[in-house]
């Protein structure tokens, strides 16, 4: 979605099934790279490290907000105490909260009102951790430029709902992680760790 929001393509594509039209110069112009941008993930765990190596050929700034603070290799961690600094800094907002007591409407009126102007959300996360009222009023004010939701509250998100109608919201329904053939791969990484760990050798903690 990064690459998609950044090229314009969800502009392009409504145009193909739509108008048909041809705006070449307003959509050069609203396109932008990714380089030199900065992106900043509240949350870093496995995920986090694998999107990291995947942001890397991009050359952006990464930073991951996280409340145990300790170097990591192509990423800066800042403590929540930063928050407030580095939300203003970023291009592109990342949530991959889990859901908690703690993470519950982690993403508030207070901190969506920190983020830069026309700045990007993502929400890859769960959906209870973010205020999705206040993330509405965000996108129809413009503070945001849109925001991507693979995860909401509740799931499956009622026909009705206004985050269906939200400009600039795109939404996938939960599939960010998944795969056709998941299940043969999650029960073959299983066997693969069940048979090292019997063999006390190390366990593959790999995201795939």
């Known amino acids: 979605m990064m690459l998609s929001l950044s090229r314009q393509l969800p502009a392009s594509f409504h145009s193909q099934n739509t108008t048909h039209d041809w705006p070449y110069s307003e ?7 990714l380089t030199g941008q900065t992106v900043v993930l509240l949350g870093y765990g496995a995920i986090g490290k694998r999107l990291v190596e995947i942001l890397k050929p991009f050359n952006m700034q990464i930073i991951a907000i996280r409340r145990q603070v300790r170097s990591e290799r192509g990423v800066r961690i800042v403590p929540e105490e930063d ?24 993403v ?43 995860v909401m509250d509740p799931e499956p998100l009622p026909e009705n709902h206004p985050l269906w109608t939200t400009p600039n919201c ?30 006390r050798k190390t366990l593959n903690d790999e995201i795939f």
């Open 27 to 33: 959509r050069r112009e609203k396109s932008t790279l």
């Open 83 to 106: 928050m407030t600094r580095v939300l203003a800094m970023a291009d592109h907002i990342v949530n991959i909260l889990p859901q908690n007591e703690s993470t519950l409407n982690y």
């Open 108 to 150: 508030n009126r207070r901190r969506l009102e920190c983020m830069k102007r026309g700045s990007r959300f993502y929400n890859i996360g769960r959906g209870k951790t973010v205020d999705q009222n206040v993330l509405i009023q965000a996108l129809n004010t413009g503070r945001l430029q849109s925001a991507y939701l693979d």
């Open 170 to 199: 795109y939404l996938t329904p939960h599939i960010a992680g998944g795969f056709n053939n998941l299940d043969t791969a999650i029960v073959s990484h299983f066997l693969n760790n069940f048979t090292a760990f019997l063999s």
